[in-house]
């Protein structure tokens, strides 16, 4: 039965859910049982019983993330369906979310035999997250229903690489980035014109710098997946001397004849002070030391590092003035000095013990929430906070 066309959705969907079409087939990876396709539409009633023992369904790409692709002919997608039970398999799937007209799509899976449900779409007719919510039900006591949820992004003509420029330096330091703004589908592209939102940052200049850097003499990407694309490239700097904390802003793009940008770079920075802390669990974005779920039973403990750069920060006496939640067990190492740096360093010992509440812990860079609280001594940066995130789980 390879190649046969059972099912067309057809999507018209609002709330970020983008109108579209999507196909699917089904084809058989064992030899043919025998079965026709169940065309009655499941409607909440009981499904029949056929025979003796009891299905198990078992289901690959139940849930798919295509990521980021621009504008293409659109895109696919396996599912495959397995029976690994010993009773006959009756399944059918169906879309739950938004308004369209749809065919459902059900069948049967003998005892050992599995099916392959390619789903296809087309390019969606707008830009943006694109969410495919289907169900899957089945006559299997364990698993009645199982969502299957497709998701990505498509963007446009226009892209910049990297998507967002972000910034961690020391107070003093001024570092460059590069971003490269390409074209696809287009033969060449000239930037008009840059400019910033100016997002209100407090300080008395402008914490971004940029400079519109002169076209590569082929204005072509040379290598890579961007290969042979149209692009500009873009500098950005970080303002000297800007104070301790963090600064945002967005860089529009503007090409000629165009009244709103093309693209539109978000551009981040976080300038520590004296004192600084890095761990592996340093959520970028959200500002946060993320440590993940923890065992009730068994507890867990972390490592973090707190830096101090100058010799200052020698005289540092790190003291421990508030831990949220109060179950947290901090340690606190003696200073050491870092080869070959003007800096030096404390290993910070954060233990969440056996037999803690369950529950969510979540962290608050603005305000309350679970966080350490270091008295360091120094004039410049005399406390330091050091937000945390986990969950504590049975």
């Given at each position: 039965m390879k190649g046969k066309l059972l099912l067309l959705v057809v999507l018209a969907v609002t709330g970020g859910v983008?109108?579209?079409?999507?196909?699917?087939?089904?084809?058989?990876?064992?030899?043919?049982?025998?079965?026709?396709?169940?065309?009655?539409?499941?409607?909440?009633?009981?499904?029949?019983?056929s025979g003796s023992g009891t299905p198990r369904v078992r289901v690959e790409g139940a849930t798919h993330d295509f990521g980021k692709q621009r504008m293409s002919p659109g895109g696919s997608h396996i599912l495959r369906i397995h029976n690994e039970g010993d009773g006959l398999l009756e399944f059918l799937i169906r879309?739950?979310?938004?308004?369209?007209?749809?065919?459902?799509?059900?069948?049967?899976?003998?005892?050992?035999?599995?099916?392959?449900?390619?789903?296809?779409?087309?390019?969606?007719?707008?830009?943006?997250?694109?969410?495919?919510?289907?169900?899957?039900?089945?006559?299997?006591?364990?698993?009645?229903?199982?969502?299957?949820?497709?998701?990505?992004?498509?963007?446009?003509?226009y892209h910049s690489e990297p998507e967002t420029v972000y910034f961690q330096v020391h107070r003093g330091e001024t570092p460059k980035q590069r971003v490269r703004i390409l074209a696809f589908g287009s033969q060449h592209l000239t930037i008009h014109r840059l400019q910033l939102t100016?997002?209100?940052?407090?300080?008395?200049?402008?914490?971004?710098?940029?400079?519109?850097?002169?076209?590569?003499?082929?204005?072509?990407?040379?290598?890579?997946?961007?290969?042979?694309?149209?692009?500009?490239?873009?500098?950005?700097?970080?303002?000297?001397?800007?104070?301790?904390g963090r600064y945002e802003d967005q860089l529009e793009v503007f090409i000629k004849e165009q009244e709103s940008p093309i693209v539109v770079v978000p551009l981040q920075a976080e300038v520590f002070g004296t004192f600084r802390v890095v761990g592996r669990s340093w959520d970028t974005l959200h500002r946060t030391f993320r440590l993940g779920s923890i065992s009730q039973r068994q507890g867990r403990?972390?490592?973090?590092?707190?830096?101090?750069?100058?010799?200052?920060?020698?005289?540092?006496?790190?003291?421990?003035?508030?831990?949220?939640?109060?179950?947290?067990?901090?340690?606190?190492?003696?200073?050491?000095?870092?080869?070959?740096?003007?800096?030096?360093?404390?290993?910070?010992?954060?233990?969440?013990?056996?037999?803690v509440p369950v529950g969510n812990f979540p962290a608050n860079p603005s305000g309350s929430g679970s966080k350490i609280v270091l008295k360091t001594g120094h004039p410049e940066q005399p406390t330091l906070e050091i937000p945390l995130s986990f969950q504590v789980v049975p």
């Amino acid at each position: 039965m390879k190649g046969k066309l059972l099912l067309l959705v057809v999507l018209a969907v609002t709330g970020g859910v983008v109108t579209g079409l999507v196909a699917a087939w089904f084809q058989s990876d064992a030899s043919a049982s025998g079965q026709g396709l169940e065309q009655v539409l499941f409607a909440g009633s009981q499904w029949r019983t056929s025979g003796s023992g009891t299905p198990r369904v078992r289901v690959e790409g139940a849930t798919h993330d295509f990521g980021k692709q621009r504008m293409s002919p659109g895109g696919s997608h396996i599912l495959r369906i397995h029976n690994e039970g010993d009773g006959l398999l009756e399944f059918l799937i169906r879309k739950i979310e938004g308004e369209s007209h749809i065919q459902p799509v059900s069948g049967f899976l003998s005892p050992g035999e599995s099916k392959t449900i390619i789903i296809r779409w087309p390019p969606p007719p707008q830009l943006g997250k694109i969410t495919l919510r289907m169900e899957l039900q089945t006559n299997d006591p364990r698993q009645p229903r199982i969502p299957l949820l497709i998701t990505g992004e498509v963007q446009g003509m226009y892209h910049s690489e990297p998507e967002t420029v972000y910034f961690q330096v020391h107070r003093g330091e001024t570092p460059k980035q590069r971003v490269r703004i390409l074209a696809f589908g287009s033969q060449h592209l000239t930037i008009h014109r840059l400019q910033l939102t100016n997002k209100g940052n407090k300080v008395e200049k402008a914490p971004f710098w940029y400079k519109l850097l002169p076209p590569d003499p082929v204005k072509l990407a040379p290598k890579g997946k961007d290969r042979g694309i149209p692009y500009q490239e873009i500098e950005i700097q970080l303002a000297p001397d800007l104070p301790p904390g963090r600064y945002e802003d967005q860089l529009e793009v503007f090409i000629k004849e165009q009244e709103s940008p093309i693209v539109v770079v978000p551009l981040q920075a976080e300038v520590f002070g004296t004192f600084r802390v890095v761990g592996r669990s340093w959520d970028t974005l959200h500002r946060t030391f993320r440590l993940g779920s923890i065992s009730q039973r068994q507890g867990r403990t972390f490592l973090l590092t707190v830096i101090g750069y100058g010799d200052e920060a020698a005289k540092a006496r790190l003291e421990l003035r508030q831990v949220v939640p109060k179950f947290l067990q901090v340690r606190i190492g003696s200073p050491e000095k870092i080869p070959n740096k003007d800096s030096w360093r404390w290993t910070l010992q954060v233990r969440v013990p056996e037999n803690v509440p369950v529950g969510n812990f979540p962290a608050n860079p603005s305000g309350s929430g679970s966080k350490i609280v270091l008295k360091t001594g120094h004039p410049e940066q005399p406390t330091l906070e050091i937000p945390l995130s986990f969950q504590v789980v049975p």
